[in-house]
């Protein structure tokens, strides 16, 4: 059956792909502001400017645990169209957060609830899609 789960979740697939390249941008960001900002590895510490990179990586990663479990119970249980629809924000919201807290860490709070908001609805949707299949 070739093609089976791709053709099935195509588009999660998509939103899943999207949402790991954000997550690869923001770790190409840090390794850039170790380059310019003289930073060497291990050590996190440096300019203001370099800190904030690292926290949008590492924030993205936290953020991302929650997302993509939810985002595929969600389209098991919604199926792959309401969840690339409601996931699609995800990665829109993570870019949004990086490039405003890049500037300025007070100025992330828009992004950060762009892409909060789908997560939270994707669990509840999850959890509510598998109860309506259990009753």
């Known amino acids: 059956m070739a093609g089976g789960i791709a053709q099935a979740f195509a588009w999660t697939g998509l939103v899943t792909l999207a949402a790991l390249f954000v997550y690869f941008w923001s770790a190409l960001m840090v390794g850039r502001g170790r ?5 060497p ?5 440096g300019p203001p400017e370099f800190l904030r990179a ?3 990586q590492i924030n993205t990663l936290e953020q991302i645990v929650l997302f993509l479990p939810a985002l595929w119970l969600f389209a098991a249980a919604w199926g792959d169209m309401a969840a690339a629809l409601v996931g699609v924000f995800w990665p829109v919201g993570r870019i949004l957060y990086a490039l405003a807290y890049y500037r300025d860490a007070k100025k992330r709070g828009p992004g950060f609830l762009i892409a909060m908001l789908p997560t939270l609805v994707l669990l509840l949707g999850a959890l509510a899609g598998f109860v309506r299949v259990l009753l």
């Open 54 to 56: 690292v926290r949008v």
């Open 35 to 39: 380059g310019v900002y003289k930073v």
């Open 41 to 45: 590895a291990p050590s996190m510490d």
